[in-house]
């Protein structure tokens, strides 16, 4: 068998792949579980999309090293950002139930009432929705596994920054 590498292209398709995984089950779980996303859900969201384009555009391109270094940083970027708000989330999940925010305006609606920065902060707070742990796999809560996945990417966009241009030989 000849010996193969992973190449720039076939990761950055996997790790998109792996974004669109994440979406169709966060819409799987919205429109057929019907379980409605809180504001901090949504931003998540956001980052994954976020992450995916940057490594669809990184598969896309197959770029050399000045590239791959671009691609990597802005997939740790939004990853990170992404995770703050995943960390946030599991957080507000953690505290005790009187300790937990009280109800508050959907993303939609605060878009709509409030200045951008005011929004930003009312969504950073959180909601009681956010605090709400309807669905756990293996003890984690989808928060906790969105965490889990940007960490990943983290990872990953860490590799990409640091790493030449085949990567493993299989």
């Known amino acids: 068998m000849k010996n193969q590498k992973l190449t720039m292209r076939t990761i950055c398709l996997s790790g998109f792949l792996l974004c669109a995984g994440l979406m ?7 429109y057929v579980q019907h379980l409605e ?49 995943a960390t946030r989330q599991v957080w507000i999940q953690s505290l005790p139930p009187d300790r937990q925010p009280g109800c508050g305006f959907d993303l939609d609606t605060m878009l709509q009432s409030f200045p951008l920065i005011k929004t930003a902060t009312l969504v950073w707070a959180g909601t009681s929705d956010c605090a709400t742990v309807t669905w756990r796999f293996l003890g984690l809560s ?14 990953l966009g860490f590799g990409l920054m640091v790493t030449k241009r085949n990567f493993y030989s299989l």
């Open 37 to 85: 996303p809180c504001p901090l859900c949504i931003v998540q969201r956001w980052f994954v999309i976020a992450v995916g384009l940057v490594l669809l555009a990184g598969a896309l391109h197959n770029p050399r090293a000045w590239g791959r270094r671009m691609y990597g940083l802005l997939t740790t970027l939004f990853a990170s950002l992404g995770a703050a708000v």
């Open 142 to 155: 989808m928060a906790g596994w969105v965490l889990v996945f940007f960490a990943g990417f983290i990872v």
């Open 24 to 30: 169709s089950a966060a819409i799987y779980f919205q």
